[in-house]
C-alpha cells in the first residue's frame, strides 16, 4: 500500500459526541474543518485497510498524496493506530503531522514544530514510542492552562466565550494543514503562517 510522496495528516481527540467541542478534541475539529471546507469525505478504516486489523479510526482521502486520519482509540493510545498505520504505509516519520491541544499556549495560540518532545500529553506521548522517535512534525493548538485540575479542564466542554475563541484558531490551523499536505515545505510554511499568527494576535 506505499504511496510515493503520502503525507498523514493525524488530529487527536476521543470519540463521542461527549467529548465535541472539548479542549482535548482541538486536533479532531481542525481536520473536521479542513474536511468540510474541501469536501472530503471522513469513511471507516476498513475502506483503506481492509482485512488487517487496524480498524480504529477514519480516513478521509485528500488527494490523490494526502490522508485526514481521526484514531478512535482514545487519546492515550493514539499510537496504536498511528505507529502501525504509517508502517503499513511506508511512511517516514518526516511525513506524518500530527495536530493536538496544548496546555502551555495560550487559548488561540498556534506553533508549529518539525519536531520536539510530548510536553505532558499523552496522545504524543502513545505516538512518539509508537514510532520510535519524536522528530516528525507537529502543530500545536493552544488551548491555556486552566486555574482548576487539567485533566478535568481537557474534557469538558468549553465555555460559550472559549467555544469562539477556539473555533477561529481551528479554523487558522486548516489553512496551514491544507498547504501541508498539499506538499508544501515545512519550513517555509513556519516562517508565513507564524508571522501571520502573531500579526493577528498583536
Request: with cysteine.
Amino acid at each position: 500500500m506505499e504511496v510515493q510522496g503520502l503525507r498523514l495528516l493525524v488530529g487527536l481527540g476521543n470519540p463521542g459526541s461527549r467529548y465535541d467541542w472539548t479542549p482535548h478534541n482541538l486536533g479532531f475539529h481542525v481536520l473536521d474543518h479542513l474536511a468540510a471546507r474541501e469536501g472530503w469525505i471522513f469513511e471507516p478504516a476498513n475502506r483503506l485497510v481492509p482485512d488487517h486489523g487496524l480498524r480504529q479510526f477514519e480516513f478521509a482521502r485528500a488527494g490523490t498524496h494526502g490522508l485526514l486520519v481521526k484514531p478512535q482509540a482514545f487519546m492515550n493510545h493514539s499510537g496504536r493506530v498511528v505507529g502501525p498505520l504509517s508502517l503499513q504505509l511506508g511512511l517516514p516519520a518526516e511525513s506524518v503531522l500530527v495536530v493536538f491541544d496544548d496546555l502551555d499556549l495560550a487559548l488561540g495560540q498556534l506553533r508549529i514544530r518539525p519536531h520536539g518532545g510530548n510536553g505532558g500529553h499523552n496522545g504524543m506521548k502513545s505516538i512518539a514510542e509508537a514510532l520510535g522517535t519524536d522528530r516528525f512534525p507537529r502543530l500545536r493548538v493552544g488551548i491555556g492552562r486552566p486555574r482548576t485540575d487539567a485533566a478535568r479542564y481537557v474534557l469538558e466542554p468549553f465555555s460559550a466565550e472559549a467555544k469562539v475563541e477556539a473555533q477561529i484558531s481551528v479554523a487558522q490551523a486548516s489553512d496551514f494543514c491544507l498547504d501541508w499536505i498539499r506538499g508544501e515545505d515545512l519550513e517555509r510554511a513556519m516562517t508565513r503562517y507564524h508571522s501571520r499568527w502573531n500579526q493577528d494576535t498583536a
